[in-house]
């Protein structure tokens, strides 16, 4: 778990810096809203280590838990991008909407490869990662291909 949380505060810190040294360097200023989207990523998977090895006490439970969760990132990552399209759709250019949405989705990837690649390295769960892993991995990809289908639907 702790292995987890340091790897997301890690990938935060790496962000921030990469936005910080952009600003400084390159000149170019990025809107409040960047910022917020490595809060939100990070908050999402804090709530979702601390849920796992909270809640997951059996392997069915542990599915269970993940299918919720990987269900409730994407709807939250459905709202936030809505929400961002709502509140400043009409104040951006659509060049500014191309490039936010590219970095939430490039954001979004990195949690979630640095995540499921650290929750199925425990050595408890290497028996469980032979019976489920290939079938989470293929399902969250549907659901990320047909998330993604959406969001570019709604750059148009």
Known sequence: MKKTLISNLVISGVTLLVLFITTKFFRYSFSTHYYFTIIFFLSLYFIQTLL???????????????????????????????????????????????????YFIV??????????????????????????????????????FRFLQGCFLAIK
């Open 107 to 144: 954001l979004y990837f990195a949690y979630l490869i640095i995540n499921i690649k650290n929750l199925f390295q425990k050595t408890e769960w290497k028996a469980l990662k032979k019976t489920i892993h290939s079938s989470i991995i293929l399902r969250e990809h549907r659901l990320r």
């Open 52 to 102: 796992l090895f909270k809640l997951s006490k059996t392997d069915m439970r542990f599915v269970a838990v993940y299918n919720f969760f990987t269900m409730f990132k994407m709807l939250m990552s459905v709202f936030f991008l809505v929400g961002y399209y709502l509140v400043f759709g009409e104040d951006v250019s659509s060049k500014e909407k191309i490039y936010f949405t590219s």
